[in-house]
């Protein structure tokens, strides 16, 4: 059996990471509401978030020209090693690496480095990164899988729609919602 998981919300706190994000604008005197109202904003572009794009383009925006880009980014990213789904990481490491993947969808640089910083990338045989949809990752690793049950943990329901299940018979799609833990230890 192989484990496809989403890093978002399901293996990471994505939500901490934004409270640091915000917290850390508080700090250089940028609004909440400017924050969140241009974080709103630059997600909509429709390109995959990036935190130093965000950071450049919003310090450019608010004349905060003392405070670089890349420091800011750091003092957010060094809060990434604690925001790591540790009960789901003992589930991970009883399954082994050579059986667990990581699909992720957005900012290929930023999306690595957010999983490099929460020292989880050596529970995984493979860490791949697609822009918008799994769509084509997924039915790849089903396809080298053709002999495996495929289990694919994601917390969005939209990763699961645009997938075509005659090419992956062989998978399972979990959603991980509250009750996510419950649902994948129905397969183990």
């Known amino acids: 059996m192989k484990f496809i998981f989403d890093f978002d919300d399901v293996l990471f706190d994505t ?3 934004k409270e640091n994000i915000f917290r850390c604008l508080g700090e250089i005197s940028i609004s909440k509401n ?6 709103e904003e630059f997600k909509s572009m429709g390109t995959p978030f990036s935190l130093k794009e965000f950071l450049s383009s919003l310090l450019t925006r608010e004349n905060k020209k003392k405070d670089t880009t890349e420091d800011i980014y750091e003092k957010i990213m060094s809060l990434s090693l604690n925001l790591a789904n540790t009960e789901l990481l003992k589930i991970i490491k ?3 690496k050579k059986n667990c993947y990581i699909v992720t969808s957005g900012d290929e640089e930023f999306q690595l480095d957010k999983i490099r910083r929460s020292n989880i990338d050596d529970y995984f045989c493979e860490i791949l990164v697609a822009p918008h949809s799994k769509k084509g990752i997924i039915e790849k690793i089903c396809k080298e ?3 495996e049950q495929i289990i694919f943990v994601d917390d969005k329901i939209k990763f699961f729609e645009d997938l075509d299940m005659t090419k992956c018979p ?3 799609t979990i959603l ?4 996510g833990f ?7």
């Open 15 to 17: 939500k901490k990471l």
């Open 34 to 39: 400017t924050e969140e109202k241009y974080y």
């Open 94 to 96: 009883k399954l082994g």
């Open 145 to 147: 899988n053709k002999g």
């Open 170 to 172: 062989n998978l399972k």
């Open 176 to 179: 991980f919602d509250e009750n």
């Open 182 to 188: 419950e649902k994948l230890s129905s397969v183990l």
